[in-house]
């Protein structure tokens, strides 16, 4: 684990190229989030249309050392519409993972939609086979709130994912 400060800004224009090798490079995205091949313009016309800043889903910057490291994202989410919550991700260059940088850009977040948005819940998803993001949601108060199968289709089949949960009342850890 590193002691660089983590901070989470906005997405500038000069992180797009970063930003769109995590999104659409194979090798700088790892195997357990590899999904295909996407539209490599939509990162920069949304960027172009609000910053990556919206209303239905938003990404910023994980910044460590003034230097681009990863992003993370929120999108909303809800099961009847006058209860809506937000389903949180995060994804790190290859030179920022194992470092304990994940974890506090996931606590920085937290602390950013609980202070910013009326929202009670926060969620986050992964596949079963990604513990390091196992402990990272746990370090950050998350609860495992069980397996969903075959919810994902990546490399060829169907993957079980783990959901997590966080709730504005629950405690969290210093």
Same mark, same amino acid.
């Given at each position: 684990? *590193?002691?660089?400060?983590?901070?989470?800004?906005?997405?500038?224009?000069?992180?797009?190229? !970063?930003?769109?090798?995590?999104?659409?490079?194979?090798?700088?995205?790892?195997?357990?989030?590899?999904?295909?091949?996407?539209?490599?313009?939509?990162?920069?016309?949304?960027?172009?249309?609000?910053?990556?800043?919206? !209303?239905?889903?938003?990404?910023?910057?994980?910044v460590t050392g003034g230097e681009f490291r990863g992003f993370v994202a929120w999108r909303r989410a809800a099961v009847v519409p006058a209860a809506p919550?937000?389903?949180?991700?995060?994804?790190?260059?290859?030179? !920022?993972?194992?470092?304990?940088?994940? *974890?506090?850009?996931?606590?920085?977040?937290?602390?950013?939609?609980? !202070?910013?948005?009326?929202?009670?819940?926060?969620?986050?998803? *992964?596949?079963?086979?990604?513990?390091?993001?196992?402990?990272?949601?746990?370090?950050?108060?998350?609860?495992?709130?069980?397996?969903?199968?075959?919810?994902?289709?990546?490399?060829g089949q169907w993957r079980d994912i783990v959901r997590y949960s966080l709730l504005r009342s629950d405690p969290r850890p210093e």
């Amino acid at each position: 684990m *590193t002691d660089e400060q983590v901070l989470l800004r906005p997405i500038s224009e000069a992180d797009l190229t !970063a930003l769109e090798r995590l999104v659409h490079d194979p090798a700088a995205i790892g195997p357990l989030q590899w999904y295909g091949w996407s539209d490599p313009g939509r990162l920069r016309r949304t960027w172009a249309e609000n910053g990556l800043l919206g !209303a239905e889903q938003s990404q910023l910057a994980v910044v460590t050392g003034g230097e681009f490291r990863g992003f993370v994202a929120w999108r909303r989410a809800a099961v009847v519409p006058a209860a809506p919550y937000w389903n949180i991700g995060i994804q790190l260059a290859p030179d !920022a993972r194992g470092r304990g940088i994940g *974890t506090r850009a996931q606590r920085l977040l937290v602390d950013y939609l609980f !202070a910013h948005s009326p929202v009670v819940r926060l969620e986050a998803d *992964t596949e079963t086979a990604n513990l390091a993001e196992q402990r990272a949601l746990e370090k950050c108060g998350f609860s495992r709130e069980g397996v969903q199968r075959s919810l994902v289709f990546r490399d060829g089949q169907w993957r079980d994912i783990v959901r997590y949960s966080l709730l504005r009342s629950d405690p969290r850890p210093e």
